[in-house]
């Protein structure tokens, strides 16, 4: 690395000190056999330093992520289900991917090189160049899938509050430049904070949902006479599409595991990761669960909407609404960034621009930020279903099943009954990714058919309002 002066120094991770390592590892050729202390070592003269988040602040960008607008559309699923199996389902998931993302966790400590699930994709499939291709497609296109799904409650939320002033398309727009400028900054260190803003106010927004459901004298668009339905098992003749959407819908909100290689990859010391992982973990699994019971029961079968906020009357839905705008924004910008960082450490794999203040640097970058934006904007007015695809991201226990078992190769996974059972329990999570890439596809051409027939779907380009 030129004028680094770390030609022989690296630094131990283990002891935390200087040592001596081989020179090789210090010239200036990919760092994908460097130890995290030695990645460390290295960007301690950059301008910009990526491995600098402490285990507090990955906690932070892990509650931004996971404390989001998706949790107020539990109460939905819990009216398909009915109320006995969406506890039980919420709980489930939330163990299994705790654990899968324990196994993640294990396998980007283990092999620092990794920065992206693209990186683990390509290594779980043998070093295939086809299998980081189409990794990479399937990461982008989930980031920019999200990031269009913020920029439409974003144009939703505007609707709401101001009666449908303005066009749609303008409400849209509004929402991808703010997000677009708080997307800027370089570093996961320095989102954290606005992680950390965005959550609490998630949390406040989630937490005047419960409480305005449970105080309205009735839910919105409430009919004489016809008093909220809550059911304790789904309600006879729900069926496969609609029961499957459910599980999907909440399946996908915990199946945020495609940024942690990204989070970790930006640790200072990846193996506090568990730390972030089991306090965000608990919260969510808590969350979510008394969310969608509380606000069910309050609302019921046939009042019930997603998000939640649109079963509150409507003073109470814009000042519960209001509360979740930091996520809207954030959460969107936090896609956007870790999309646009992966293109942007492609582009510049070497350069000194990936870790400096340049002019060229800072171009690139921000017309990277800017292009997913623009792609947002288009795929939330081009395709209007496109929600209903993202769930098929939660087949993503089959990735996180391979990497246990790479991590215990040949006759080690066997190694005893608990490692035994571990293994058995994989091999079933491989089962089950399948089968949710399966159902899920099927699941979900179903619910963008149904929708079409039911005219649920808005036009492309259309400024109808979508207000709540």
């Given at each position: 690395m030129p004028g680094s002066g770390l030609k022989d120094v690296g630094f131990d991770a283990e002891n935390n000190d200087l040592k001596r390592i081989p020179s090789v590892l210090s010239s200036d050729s990919s760092a994908k056999s460097l130890s995290v202390g030695v990645q460390i070592a290295r960007e301690s003269e950059h301008e910009i330093k990526y491995r600098t988040c402490s285990w507090q602040k990955t906690a932070a960008l892990l509650f931004s992520e996971y404390i989001c607008l998706a949790m107020v559309s539990f109460p939905w699923s819990f009216s398909v289900l009915g109320m006995v199996p969406g506890v039980i389902v919420t709980v489930a998931v939330a163990a299994t991917c705790l654990y899968t993302s324990l196994i993640l966790?294990?396998?980007?400590?283990k092999h620092p090189e990794m920065r992206d699930v693209c990186d683990i994709g390509q290594y779980l499939f043998g070093g295939s160049q086809l299998a980081y291709n189409l990794t990479a497609l399937m990461f982008i296109l989930n980031n920019i899938f999200v990031q269009a799904l913020h920029v439409i409650t974003g144009a939703k939320?505007?609707?709401?509050?101001?009666?449908?002033?303005?066009?749609?398309?303008?409400?849209?727009?509004?929402?991808?430049?703010?997000?677009?400028?708080?997307?800027?900054?370089?570093?996961?260190?320095?989102?954290?904070?606005?992680?950390?803003?965005?959550?609490?106010?998630?949390?406040?927004?989630v937490l005047l949902t419960i409480i305005f459901s449970g105080v309205q004298s009735h839910p919105f668009g409430y009919?004489?006479?016809?008093?909220?339905?809550?059911?304790?098992?789904?309600?006879?003749?729900?069926?496969?599409?609609?029961?499957?959407?459910?599980?999907?819908?909440?399946?996908?909100?915990?199946?945020?595991?495609?940024?942690?290689?990204?989070?970790?990859?930006?640790?200072?010391?990846?193996?506090?990761?568990?730390?972030?992982?089991?306090?965000?973990?608990?919260?969510e699994a808590v969350i979510y669960t008394i969310c969608g019971a509380v606000v069910y029961h309050f609302v019921g079968n046939q009042y019930v909407t997603a998000p939640a906020f649109g079963s509150l009357t409507?003073?109470?839905?814009?000042?519960?609404?209001?509360?979740?705008?930091?996520?809207?924004?954030?959460?969107?910008?936090?896609?956007?960034?870790?999309?646009?960082?992966?293109?942007?450490?492609?582009?510049?794999?070497?350069?000194?621009?990936?870790?400096?203040?340049?002019?060229?640097?800072?171009?690139?970058?921000?017309?990277?930020?800017?292009?997913?934006?623009?792609?947002?904007?288009?795929?939330?007015?081009?395709?209007?279903?496109?929600?209903?695809?993202?769930?098929?991201?939660?087949?993503?226990?089959?990735?996180?099943?391979?990497?246990?078992?790479?991590?215990?190769?040949?006759?080690?996974?066997?190694?005893?009954?608990?490692?035994?059972?571990?293994?058995?329990?994989?091999?079933?999570?491989?089962?089950?990714?399948?089968?949710?890439?399966?159902?899920?596809?099927?699941?979900?051409?179903?619910?963008?058919i149904q929708s079409y027939q039911a005219r649920a779907v808005a036009g492309v380009f259309t400024c109808a309002s979508n207000a709540l």
């Open positions: 966790g294990r396998f980007c400590i939320y505007l609707n709401t509050v101001s009666n449908s002033a303005e066009c749609s398309l303008t409400f849209g727009a509004i929402t991808a430049i703010i997000c677009f400028i708080v997307s800027l900054p370089r570093t996961l260190n320095q989102m954290s904070g606005l992680g950390t803003f965005s959550a609490i106010t998630m949390g406040i927004a009919v004489a006479g016809q008093e909220p339905l809550v059911t304790r098992i789904p309600i006879p003749g729900t069926s496969y599409v609609a029961g499957m959407s459910a599980f999907l819908n909440i399946t996908y909100t915990f199946v945020g595991q495609v940024m942690i290689p990204t989070f970790i990859a930006e640790m200072e010391n990846p193996k506090d990761f568990p730390k972030a992982l089991w306090a965000v973990t608990i919260a409507q003073t109470y839905k814009i000042i519960a609404f209001s509360f979740a705008v930091p996520t809207i924004i954030f959460l969107g910008a936090l896609y956007s960034n870790v999309a646009a960082r992966f293109v942007f450490f492609r582009l510049f794999r070497e350069s000194h621009h990936r870790h400096s203040n340049t002019i060229v640097g800072w171009a690139v970058w921000v017309a990277l930020v800017a292009a997913t934006w623009v792609l947002a904007w288009i795929i939330g007015e081009v395709i209007p279903f496109f929600s209903d695809m993202l769930s098929l991201m939660s087949s993503l226990f089959i990735f996180w099943a391979m990497a246990y078992l790479t991590l215990y190769p040949g006759k080690s996974k066997w190694d005893g009954p608990w490692r035994s059972a571990e293994t058995l329990v994989n091999y079933f999570f491989i089962l089950l990714g399948a089968y949710i890439t399966v159902a899920g596809t099927y699941t979900s051409v179903e619910s963008i």
